[in-house]
T-cell receptor, first 115, second 113 residues
């Protein structure tokens, strides 16, 4: 069955430090991959997406993610974290299944940023 | 209106009561979706609609119904609420093109006692 795994439930980093959030997927074909961010009490905002082409994709707020087919991964990175990046981050895979585009989400990684 | 709006923002409901969560989008997107978000489970699809007049079941449809009378509105109804339906509900929409990006509303926090 298709699935998305985010191994880290919580991550804490210091402001200015680099960040990497892990995402692994289980899907037979080349997936369409997304990262969303959810600030406390807010809805989900799209950070970036990968459909095809260059495996390193740039997103908003200085985030980037790299698709690695051999590792079935789509890790999110940021070179220098800001306090405003504290939020929950969701990786998702878009599948065409049963007549609709099914977006399967990971369980999320909650990021805390220390000053 | 810009994007997707949901109402109410939050609601406390007695078990057995009927409740309708409202969702409206002004982007003229053909497809709309309802998700529920539960701690440790991420978001799970309840129902979807590819276009006005059609609806379909997602991963967790039991206890919920939807309708899509027009392009803009996609209400979610709990006919007889149960405590396990306590959750945060998100409405989303997307263009009808394949794999289009989904845009999400701000959510409705529902507590069923």
């Amino acid at each position: 069955a298709q699935s998305v795994t985010q191994p880290d439930i919580h991550i804490t980093v210091s402001e200015g430090a680099s960040l990497e959030l892990r995402c692994n997927y289980s899907y037979g074909a080349t997936p369409y991959l997304f990262w969303y961010v959810q600030s406390p009490g807010q809805g989900l905002q799209l950070l970036l997406k990968y459909f095809s082409g260059d495996t390193l994709v740039q997103g908003i707020k200085g985030f980037e993610a790299e698709f690695k087919r051999s590792q079935s991964s789509f890790n999110l990175r940021k070179p220098s974290v800001h306090w405003s990046d504290a939020a929950e981050y969701f990786c998702a895979v878009d599948l065409l299944s049963g007549g609709y585009n099914k977006l399967i989400f990971g369980a999320g990684t909650r990021l805390a940023v220390h000053p | 209106i810009a994007g997707i709006t949901q109402a109410p923002t939050s609601q406390i409901l007695a078990a057995g009561r009927r409740m309708t969560l409202r969702c409206t989008q002004d982007m003229r997107h053909n497809a709309m979706y309802w998700y529920r978000q539960d701690l440790g489970l991420g978001l799970r699809l309840i129902h979807y609609s590819n276009t006005a007049g059609t609806t379909g079941k997602g991963e967790v449809p039991d206890g919920y119904s939807v309708s899509r009378a027009n392009t803009d509105d996609f209400p979610l109804t709990l006919a007889s609420a149960v405590p396990s339906q306590t959750s945060v509900y998100f409405c989303a929409s997307s263009d009808s093109e394949s794999r289009a990006t989904k845009f999400f509303g701000p959510g409705t926090r529902l507590t069923v006692l």
